[in-house]
């Protein structure tokens, strides 16, 4: 039984939607705040504060910026300038500019910049709408997808155990090229990498087109390893990378002014990231659990089938997000997405059922079915779970006395 479909129950509870990132300049404490309050209502965007133009080249020559809102009263040099400063460094860069300074030929020179124009004061829901006309698109289009995110594609494709070349044109027109052999992904290249390296690049880009090629008959093979444990690769690097972007600049997106910090400034919007805070439980997402304890908790696994004679699947599941976070099986072809969904819902119906009795919190539970047994053990405080399924001819004592065995190590890994 396990993971050909790994990928569906990995994005169940956790939000996929590409985070897009936007700069604003502005010097005004007040106003920022209300443009901040603004994005917020957007979405969960990764947002930048510069207080000067020099700042804002500074964060754009670093990193990847999607829009930048500049309030043009805060520049003394003048607004057109900078638009075309901005246009040279990155042409496709979305630019909105803000100003108390209506004169419609004033107007009419930002526009033909190819910016972006709203009037201070200005109407909230009029300045919504433009944002949302200025930000790309989110989510990739072509080969018979419409918004579909890499993972979900790759995910897709190794189901279907196909064989092509897809061709990925991000927003900003770098191109990277993933080779598919059987559904497994075997070779990856950009403008500037090769095998893995150009294989998560590709998987960190937010959104573009996707063309679908015929496999050439030779090409190297630079990339090992499963479909599905590679996009869990690129999830946790994409993931330390945005960490690493944060340690770059602490703190939130709060205005420099208010902070006893350099002026130049990035982070997450003030209210929750996705998944960093969920309700009814204290269960962190998956950007909390390190690529090392991941693969801690994928050997265990691997340690559960050498082990145990009859073994056909074991997983770690996050309770409450219905998260698969490692697993192993002897037979890779079967899809066990739906039924860890399902005895997921089991298991949390089961600690609903104890609690509600009184009865305290099951430690372990046994499904026992024509020609196999599933037993589910309780981790953490039914936090997660850790599901072994065995045939009928292999005694129940001997996957509890391995798990009891490894109990300790395996909590020691999550969260």
């Not at 603004?38 to 500074?58: H, M, Q, V, W, Y």
């Not at 900078?82 to 108390?100: D, G, Q, Y």
């Not at 009029?126 to 990739?140: K, N, V």
Request: proline residues 4%; hydrophobic residues 40%.
């Amino acid at each position: 039984m396990v993971f050909s479909g790994l990928l569906r129950t990995l994005l169940q509870g956790i939000n996929m939607t590409n985070r897009q990132s936007i700069l604003l300049l502005e010097d005004e404490v007040d106003l920022f705040s209300i443009l901040k309050s603004i994005l917020n209502k957007l979405g969960e965007p990764r947002i930048f504060s510069a207080t000067s133009s020099e700042n804002a080249l500074a964060l754009l020559n670093g990193h990847h910026i999607d829009l930048i809102i500049v309030d043009v009263d805060s520049m003394p040099e003048g607004g057109i300038e900078f638009i075309n400063e901005l246009h040279n460094r990155n042409s496709r860069l979305k630019i909105i500019m803000v100003t108390v300074h209506g004169a419609r030929s004033y107007r009419e020179q930002v526009l033909a910049a190819g910016a972006g124009f709203i009037e201070k004061p200005f109407d909230i829901k009029e300045f919504t709408t433009l944002i949302q006309q200025y930000l790309p698109q989110q989510g990739f289009n072509g080969a018979g997808v419409n918004g579909m995110n890499l993972f979900d594609l790759l995910q897709l494709i190794e189901r279907k155990n196909k064989s092509l070349l897809l061709k990925v044109t991000n927003n900003h027109e770098d191109v990277g090229k993933l080779y598919f052999d059987k559904g497994t992904v075997v070779h990856a290249t950009t403008r500037q990498k090769t095998g893995k390296e150009a294989f998560y690049e590709v998987m960190r880009w937010e959104g573009g087109n996707i063309t679908s090629l015929q496999l050439p008959i030779k090409f190297p093979a630079t990339i090992s390893g499963s479909t599905s444990f590679l996009i869990m690769e690129a999830m946790h690097v994409k993931d330390e990378m945005e960490k690493d972007l944060e340690s770059s600049f602490p703190g939130s997106a709060d205005h420099p002014n208010t902070m006893e910090k350099p002026a130049c400034t990035s982070g997450k919007a003030s209210e929750p990231a996705v998944n960093s805070t969920l309700t009814g439980t204290s269960v962190p997402s998956l950007s909390t659990i390190s690529r090392e304890n991941t693969m801690t908790l994928q050997q265990i696994q691997e340690q559960f089938k050498s082990e145990i004679q009859g073994f056909v699947s074991g997983v770690v599941v996050d309770t409450e997000q219905s998260l698969l976070l490692a697993g192993t099986s002897t037979d890779p072809s079967f899809d066990m997405t739906v039924p860890v969904g399902f005895f997921n819902e089991l298991f949390r119906a089961a600690n609903s059922a104890f609690e509600v009795t009184e009865w305290g919190r099951p430690e372990d539970m046994l499904f026992s079915g024509k020609d196999h047994n599933i037993v589910l053990f309780s981790l953490k405080e039914g936090a997660y779970w850790q599901g072994i399924c065995i045939s009928k001819a292999t005694p129940v004592g001997m996957a509890l006395a391995r798990f009891r065995a490894v109990k300790k190590e395996l909590e020691a890994e999550l969260p």
